[in-house]
């Protein structure tokens, strides 16, 4: 009976077109991934595990890029598969070691999709990066709270977050499609600045955001953590912006590029105007 994560992974892996295989860590294998039209495209493979956790990545890296965040391939090479909930099962039992071959599948169709048309198709559905995903979770799990339809207006990304300074400490705006929601007093606590607004939810309009059930206090849960998520995946960013970290160009849009960019246009900006206000020499009498 297998007694290791990559054992259970060996003795299912046949049935994911996995045509060579290792119990031992790093694991060598050759995973072959079937697309909608019938080919196949094989993937040779490291895994590794600690405990019951395993990672993935491409060795060497032929097909994918050795790093892309907007693909979800980490520093390192790792695929990203998922967060929380959503992540790539601990491997413990048969069962959850099919579970796990069948995240790695579905991760490279769509990685074959991406190199196909330089875009990467399950945005809706991302994870974002690093502490970011955190308050994502936390985002979703308030927009849940105010319906379906606000749930699906969040991952078609209709609303925005805009910060307001003010002297009485900062406040947030939230906007879906431009049009304005409801403004935060972050706080601590944070609270609404006018908890008389019409309330977003998908209940018929008329009744204000304080009187339907506990939806301010989601309200307020949402808008803070909505700017608190789109902020840190920022902050991500541009750090691997300031680190040299490039785009692998691969996508047609991607949001380091875009960070990478802009990083750029501010430092020239800055030098110009260094140079524009340089105190000059006075000429030696």
């Known amino acids: 009976m297998p007694s290791s994560s990559l054992a259970y992974l060996d003795k299912v892996a046949s049935e994911f ?63 990203c598969l998922g967060w929380g909930s959503t992540a790539a099962p601990a491997v413990v039992d048969e069962e959850s070691a099919r579970a796990w071959w069948t995240a790695v599948v579905r991760f490279l169709q769509l990685q074959l999709t991406a190199n196909e048309l330089g875009v990467w198709t399950n945005g809706a559905n991302d994870w974002a990066h690093g ?52 403004r935060v007093a972050i706080g601590p606590p944070a609270r609404l600045k006018d908890s008389r607004v019409p309330c977003p939810c998908d209940q018929p309009a008329g009744m204000t955001v304080d009187a339907c059930r506990d939806h301010a206090d989601h309200l307020i849960g949402f808008t803070v953590d909505l700017w608190r998520w789109r902020k840190s995946e920022d902050q991500f960013l541009r750090e691997l912006a300031k680190r040299g970290i490039p785009c692998c160009g691969t996508l047609k849009n991607c949001k380091l590029r875009d960070v990478i960019a802009r990083e750029k246009a501010s430092t020239m900006k800055k030098d110009r105007h260094a140079r524009r206000h340089k105190p000059r020499r006075r000429p030696k009498l």
């Open 131 to 182: 502490e970011a995903a955190s308050h994502q979770a936390l985002a979703e799990a308030a927009a849940d709270s105010l319906g379906a339809r606000f749930r699906d207006d969040l991952r078609a990304g209709k609303f925005a977050v805009i910060r307001e300074p003010h002297h009485r400490g900062a406040r947030l705006e939230l906007r879906r499609e431009g049009n304005h929601i409801a």
């Open 17 to 79: 077109g996995v045509t060579s295989s290792s119990a031992t860590s790093p694991a060598k294998v050759v995973i072959s991934v079937p697309r909608a039209g019938g080919d196949r495209h094989d993937f040779a493979l490291e895994l590794s595990a600690t405990g019951s956790a395993v990672s993935a990545r491409e060795e060497p890296p032929v097909r994918l890029p050795v790093f892309c965040p907007d693909r979800h391939i980490n520093e390192d090479g790792s695929f």
